[in-house]
């Protein structure tokens, strides 16, 4: 008997039914964002999230599909609470690892422009901006930190000729999708292609609520 429930423990443990379930920690683009029982814009609702939380992803289909003006795949997430399996439109998440992955180049922070802005997984970040007359690279630092789908950042050291001040704080908004449409204004509709690319942006009164 207890090399028969031995066994059962052994073929539990390397069975791919019961292996720990990949998840890709994803910011909430949009409010609300439905999450639907099916990969389709007129998949019944199960449930739906506000902007700025949290929701696992779970993997993305092959397909690209445009829905309105966006053009993007579908994710399978699992819903916040209940843990139901459920699709959500990608436009809407951002994954939090492409915060730290790769530089992210010409973001527009509270009229400010940063030309190249890498950010640390310890909190920090550096913008390097055009060089000088000279030749010489100028470059800040500050440290960064993210509420909901808002990332403010704080400068400490700046070098000459930079258009900010230390102790100076600009807001920059996590996006997926054209940021030049969606920075028009706090209620742009967002326009453009598939994006792999990771970029920043400002709340689109029409995000999610049809989706």
């Known amino acids: ?5 031995s066994l059962i423990l052994a073929l539990i443990a390397v069975s791919p039914l019961f292996a720990a379930e990949e998840r890709t920690p994803c910011v909430v683009l949009g409010s609300p964002v439905n999450i639907r029982s099916g990969s389709a ?11 700025g939380q949290m929701i696992d992803m779970l993997q993305l289909e092959d397909t690209p599909v445009t829905i309105g003006n966006l053009t993007d795949v579908w994710a399978q997430v699992r819903t916040p609470g209940q843990g139901r399996l459920g699709y959500v439109f ?9 915060l730290t992955a790769n530089p992210w180049l010409n973001m527009t922070a509270d009229g400010v422009v940063l ?3 890498s950010f640390a997984q310890n909190g920090t970040f550096a913008w390097e901006a055009s060089p000088d007359a000279n030749g010489n690279l100028k470059k800040a630092t500050g440290r960064w930190q993210r509420a909901g789908r ?8 700046i070098a000459a000729g930079m258009n900010i001040n230390p102790g100076a704080q600009r807001s920059l908004y996590l996006y997926r ?3 030049a ?5 706090e209620y742009s509709t967002i326009s453009g292609g598939l994006k792999k690319t990771t970029v920043l942006y400002k709340k ?3 995000e999610g609520c049809s989706m």
Do not use: G, W
């Not at 814009?41 to 902007?51: F, G, L, Q, R, Y």
């Not at 449409?181 to 204004?185: H, P, T, W, Y």
């Open 1 to 5: 008997m207890k090399l028969a429930i």
């Open 90 to 98: 990608a436009a809407f998440l951002f994954p939090l690892y492409e």
């Open 204 to 206: 689109a009164a029409s």
């Open 150 to 157: 808002t990332i403010t950042l704080t400068f400490t050291r």
């Open 41 to 51: 814009a007129n998949s019944p609702v199960i449930d739906s999230i506000a902007e």
């Open 181 to 185: 449409s969606a920075l028009a204004s």
């Open 115 to 117: 030309e190249r802005v």
């Open 177 to 179: 999708h054209e940021q």
